[in-house]
């Protein structure tokens, strides 16, 4: 399956590089910053599958899906939600709303990947880790990890029913977790899919608030914008 990427933010044409990287079954045929760009090469270059934000310059995401409509499948990548309704009337396969998560975006691609290579799919992207504890080592689906902490030499993964205590650094740890974690503070790593909320200062995890230290501010929005 042949893909292209419309988006006119590079952060956000960046992520879903990151995301598509775990899907081998899709190329990546070129991205593009700017709809207008796109046609002549959609014209030279039919792909099955396009991501597109909806609030560009110069054409917007759903007047070009509207001149491609049957071309190809469309999955929309917006920050806004209002377009909804409109992505849905095109047909379009799915309906990203930004920041956009490992998780659910893995749930688009199985819509549109033929059902046997979305079930080979799902079992490739199923990310599970060992965590050592003493002389136990435990496999752990990531996507059950709500958040970690770190204790002097230890880390510890806060699950829903329990925690698991590893000696490990912060570097180890963030090295074999999946691209949904994301440092929030020198003592905190956070599963973006489990996050309620977050202000200047605190992140909202599990019904617990985490400070949200001053130098991971920056790289923290990054990921969620």
Known sequence: MKAIIIDDEPKAISLLEKYLAHFPEIELAATFRNGLKALPFLQAEPVDLIFMDINMP??????????????????????????????????????LLKPITFER?????????????AVASVSATDHSILIKSGSKTYKVKADEIAYLEKDHNYMVYHLADKRIMARESTTEALEKLPDQFVQIHKSYIINLDKMAFFDKQ??????????????YRDAFLARIK
């Open 202 to 215: 605190e992140v909202s995890v599990m019904g617990r608030l985490l400070s949200l230290g001053g130098s």
């Open 58 to 95: 110069h054409i917007t995401g759903v007047s070009l899906a509207r001149l491609l409509e049957g071309k190809a499948q469309v999955i929309f990548t917006t920050a806004y939600a209002e377009y909804a309704v409109e992505s849905y009337e095109l047909s379009a396969a799915d309906y």
């Open 105 to 117: 975006f893995t749930k688009a691609i199985l819509k549109v990947l033929p059902k046997e290579t």
